[in-house]
């Protein structure tokens, strides 16, 4: 069963108008059938809102200014999914039930907050994990948690509140797009589970939306997976990225982290960017990269990277 770590599909689908179900949007390459095709079991889908000031960069116009609007928006994406029938994953027993009895076909997913605006204070954040969230990442740009991509910056008091609150909730931590300072705030007072869904090597790809070794190390000295995006721009400096480009940063991320049992993927596929930007496609091309990565590592550990890993993962994680 391949695992992605990452897809934007209710922010897709509200923003955007690009829907779940059927084939993938005109150059676009994730849908409903495009991940069964592929083998895809299941997926981290996330709550994604886009700031105001990310009107341009992420060429929309739903956006929001206040911390009200940030949760509506996610409300809508959660409800979103609903709607397709999407199952969520909410507990050990539930995933250890579907990965038993999966068949190729099946999607499911396991819910992903990219941004933590849309909890308005970290008081309400019980009332998001009744609804099924079971992953936060506290930041994207900056955000009233925590620094974020471009934004340098640590934990804010608020953030601090919401660990708390998170670990109260026996949620995970995802530290993708976390600034550095913010990455150094939460290893200091994290002692939960944690990960990071769609970062690449820092040392490969320069820019503070990457990862460095020292905290792709850490991460896996707590037994935490990094998620590989297939970005273009994470992926490579310049040109055009390809799934040699992937390997590439598998084999850099399991060299820091001490093992490729610490190395997935969380594609970001779709999410913002369409497929002229991405290392593939057609959803197809997870066999390619699946020979590609076995001219390095074992077949046991390709089927690792591929989801194994994030399973073993959210069965230790997962309440
Ligand atoms: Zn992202």
């Given at each position: 069963m391949i695992v992605d770590a990452h897809l934007d599909i209710g922010w897709n689908a509200i923003a955007d108008g690009r829907g779940f179900p059927g084939e993938p949007a005109k150059g676009y390459v994730v849908s409903h059938s495009s991940l069964q095709r592929a083998g895809v079991g299941l997926i981290f889908a996330t709550l994604y809102a886009a700031p105001g000031r990310a009107r341009r960069s992420m060429r929309t116009r739903f956006v929001y200014e206040t911390a009200h609007e940030a949760n509506l928006m996610a409300t809508a994406e959660l409800n979103y999914y609903q709607t397709c029938g999407l199952k969520l994953i909410r507990s050990r027993s539930e995933l250890d039930?579907?990965?038993?009895?999966?068949?190729?076909?099946?999607?499911?997913?396991?819910?992903?907050?990219?941004?933590?605006?849309?909890?308005?204070?970290?008081?309400?954040?019980?009332?998001?994990?009744?609804?099924?969230?079971?992953?936060?990442?506290?930041?994207?740009?900056?955000?009233?948690?925590?620094?974020?991509?471009?934004?340098?910056?640590?934990?804010?008091?608020?953030?601090?509140?919401?660990?708390?609150?998170?670990?109260?909730?026996?949620?995970?931590?995802?530290?993708?797009?976390?600034?550095?300072?913010?990455?150094?705030?939460?290893?200091?007072?994290?002692?939960?589970?944690?990960?990071?869904?769609?970062?690449?090597?820092?040392?490969?790809?320069?820019?503070?939306?990457?990862?460095?070794?020292?905290?792709?190390?850490?991460?896996?000295?707590?037994?935490?997976?990094?998620?590989?995006?297939?970005?273009?721009?994470?992926?490579?400096?310049?040109?055009?990225?390809?799934?040699?480009?992937?390997?590439?940063?598998?084999?850099?991320?399991?060299?820091?982290a001490g093992g490729p049992e610490h190395v997935g993927i969380g594609t970001d596929l779709d999410g913002g960017f369409d497929s002229m930007y991405a290392a593939m496609r057609d959803t197809r091309d997870f066999a390619t990269l699946q020979r590609k990565l076995r001219k390095h590592f074992s077949a046991t550990q390709v089927e690792g990277i591929m989801g194994t890993n994030w399973i073993e993962f959210l069965r230790r994680s997962l309440p």
């Amino acid at each position: 069963m391949i695992v992605d770590a990452h897809l934007d599909i209710g922010w897709n689908a509200i923003a955007d108008g690009r829907g779940f179900p059927g084939e993938p949007a005109k150059g676009y390459v994730v849908s409903h059938s495009s991940l069964q095709r592929a083998g895809v079991g299941l997926i981290f889908a996330t709550l994604y809102a886009a700031p105001g000031r990310a009107r341009r960069s992420m060429r929309t116009r739903f956006v929001y200014e206040t911390a009200h609007e940030a949760n509506l928006m996610a409300t809508a994406e959660l409800n979103y999914y609903q709607t397709c029938g999407l199952k969520l994953i909410r507990s050990r027993s539930e995933l250890d039930a579907y990965v038993r009895g999966w068949r190729r076909g099946q999607v499911a997913a396991v819910l992903l907050m990219e941004g933590a605006d849309p909890i308005e204070t970290p008081a309400q954040l019980g009332g998001w994990a009744d609804r099924g969230l079971r992953i936060v990442g506290p930041a994207w740009g900056r955000t009233r948690y925590s620094g974020g991509t471009h934004a340098p910056g640590g934990l804010t008091v608020l953030g601090v509140q919401l660990l708390k609150a998170m670990h109260r909730q026996k949620l995970i931590l995802d530290i993708s797009h976390m600034a550095d300072q913010a990455v150094a705030d939460a290893f200091e007072l994290w002692r939960g589970p944690i990960m990071s869904s769609h970062s690449n090597a820092r040392e490969l790809v320069p820019g503070d939306r990457q990862i460095t070794n020292a905290t792709a190390a850490e991460i896996a000295n707590r037994r935490g997976i990094l998620g590989i995006s297939f970005y273009q721009h994470h992926l490579r400096a310049k040109g055009k990225a390809t799934t040699d480009d992937v390997v590439r940063h598998a084999l850099h991320l399991a060299k820091a982290a001490g093992g490729p049992e610490h190395v997935g993927i969380g594609t970001d596929l779709d999410g913002g960017f369409d497929s002229m930007y991405a290392a593939m496609r057609d959803t197809r091309d997870f066999a390619t990269l699946q020979r590609k990565l076995r001219k390095h590592f074992s077949a046991t550990q390709v089927e690792g990277i591929m989801g194994t890993n994030w399973i073993e993962f959210l069965r230790r994680s997962l309440p």
